[in-house]
């Protein structure tokens, strides 16, 4: 099994920051994709950000410029530094990882619990 933690999330106002961290631990081989989603309440969940093992990013149009996902492989941790924040990104914010958790080429999708995170305008 692997478990997902995450931590960073708050209350801030419009035009602050909020770093958010997920750390995996458990059954894990190797790590694919890493990734962050938002669901807002009454809305889809949706991508905001994923990062590969080698670091190529992806963002969502509404983040770019503001968000920068990373990670840290040696830790199993990714990162999403969130910056000039809106009341529109209010959301719960979920961590995601593509987990291979041993030498066959097979991932599992996991997924953290989540953390909220407000901007008050």
């Known amino acids: 099994q692997v478990q997902l933690v995450e931590s960073g999330g708050g209350l801030v106002q419009a035009g602050g920051s909020l770093r958010l961290s997920c750390a995996a631990s458990?059954?894990?081989?190797?790590?694919?994709?890493m990734g962050w989603y938002r669901q807002a309440p009454g809305k889809q969940r949706e991508l905001v950000a994923t990062?590969?093992?080698?670091?190529?990013?992806n963002y969502a149009d509404s983040v770019k410029g503001r968000f920068t996902i990373s990670r840290d492989n040696a830790k199993n941790t990714v990162y999403v530094q969130m910056n000039s924040l809106k009341p529109e990104d209010t959301a719960v914010y979920y961590c995601?990882?593509?987990?291979?958790?041993?030498?066959?080429?097979?991932?599992?999708?996991?997924w953290g619990q989540g953390t909220q995170v407000t901007v008050s305008s």
């Open positions: 458990g059954s894990i081989f190797s790590i694919n994709d």
């Open positions: 995601h990882c593509n987990v291979r958790t041993d030498w066959r080429p097979i991932e599992y999708s996991y």
């Open positions: 990062i590969t093992s080698g670091g190529r990013t």
